[in-house]
């Protein structure tokens, strides 16, 4: 276990309340991630976690608030999220690849809608081939970099549901995105392949920090949906549970004004060489099931909101 990276915002989000209806879903969300972050999300099933991803992605803008995000070469301002932006990927628990296109395929396809549109590729025929032979080659090594080195021609239905997920992986990491969301990406899948994939961003995690060791960037910054606490734990440096359960009749409301940010703190972090024994997991476990998940804990808004002063961070305001 070591120290996890040290602070540059990479995502900032600032008092975001969103509903439905007349129905309240969050409520006054603020959070800032660092570059290179890895931040788990947990919460009560239909707390507004996909809802929150949602907006961050630009595709559902909040009723209120504000998202920032800060791209490399943007400068230090940060942009608002207006909407969806090749800065930020997303992948789903069930995301469907294209049946009809191989592994390498469904990878590259991402690139070629990206960088080319279609009178592009009718009118310069010989250059958009060259491009799309460049855009497969590119494939193929994101590809081996999942892990998925002997499988570049497979179909989905060859595949199981694990290398599938790994595809959508490279498919959201091949556009370069800054800040990737995983929205339960592992929920389908059996155990052993939920580990092996753990691992996978366990090692992305480390790239990040070998990226800051050597005094560069940390490349990706991640948010991972799960309703496995051990996961939440194994793969983030950061905990942030969601919760509509707090003590909100301080407030003086009559009624829930949505699920908001009830915990926040500081993971160990891993690497593949170290076990990973979840005995040492069991107290911050425990706590975030009770702090988060249970309707009668009604804690006091911030009392488990400490990640800032924990990790040393600047403050979110
Ligand atoms: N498009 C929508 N229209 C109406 N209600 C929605 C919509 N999307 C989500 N909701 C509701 O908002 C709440 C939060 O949903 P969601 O963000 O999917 O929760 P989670 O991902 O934490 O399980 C749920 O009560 C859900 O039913
Ligand atoms: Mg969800």
């Known amino acids: 276990m070591s120290p996890s990276i040290l602070p540059s915002p990479a995502l900032d989000i600032q008092g975001v309340s969103h509903g439905f209806g007349a129905k309240p879903v969050l409520h006054d969300v603020t959070l800032r991630l660092h570059r ?15 809802t929150l991803l949602r907006a961050i992605v630009g595709t559902h803008p909040p009723r209120q608030g504000a998202i920032r995000t800060f791209p490399m070469n943007r400068g230090s301002e940060g942009v608002a999220v207006l909407g ?46 060259r491009l799309r032979r460049q855009h497969l080659r590119q494939a193929e090594e994101m590809l081996v970099s999942v892990r998925l080195g002997d ?17 959508a992986l490279a498919q959201a990491m091949i556009l370069r ?18 580990q092996d994939l753990q691992e996978m961003l366990v090692d992305l995690y480390q790239k990040n920090r070998h990226a800051q060791e050597s005094g560069g960037m940390p490349s990706l910054t991640l ?3 799960t309703h496995e606490l051990n996961e939440a734990i194994y793969v983030g440096d ?3 549970g969601l919760s509509q359960y707090w003590n909100w009749r301080a407030d003086g409301h009559s009624a829930c004004p949505g699920a908001t940010v009830v915990y926040d703190k500081p993971a160990p972090v891993f690497d593949l060489r170290t076990q990973r ?12 099931r009770h702090v988060v998940f249970e309707p009668s804990s009604q804690y006091p808004r911030h009392q488990h ?3 800032d002063q924990e990790s040393g961070a600047p403050a979110n305001a």
């Open 36 to 50: 290179g972050q890895f931040l788990s999300l947990v919460g009560p099933s239909g707390c507004g976690k996909s």
């Open 84 to 129: 969806p932006g090749r800065d930020r990927g997303i992948v789903y628990q069930q995301y469907s690849l294209f049946p009809f296109l191989t592994a390498r395929q469904n990878v590259a396809i991402g690139l070629m809608l990206d960088e080319t549109g279609i009178p592009f590729r009718f009118f310069r025929w010989p250059r958009w081939r």
């Open 151 to 167: 499988a570049l021609d497979l179909y989905p239905h060859e595949m199981s549901g694990g290398m599938r997920q790994r595809v």
């Open 177 to 194: 995105p800054e800040i990737i969301l995983l929205d339960e990406p592992f929920g389908a899948l059996d155990e052993a392949t939920r």
């Open 223 to 225: 948010i991972i949906v």
């Open 238 to 240: 950061r905990v942030v």
């Open 277 to 288: 024994e979840f005995e040492r997991f069991a107290a911050q476990r425990n706590e975030i």
């Open 305 to 307: 909101v400490t990640y």
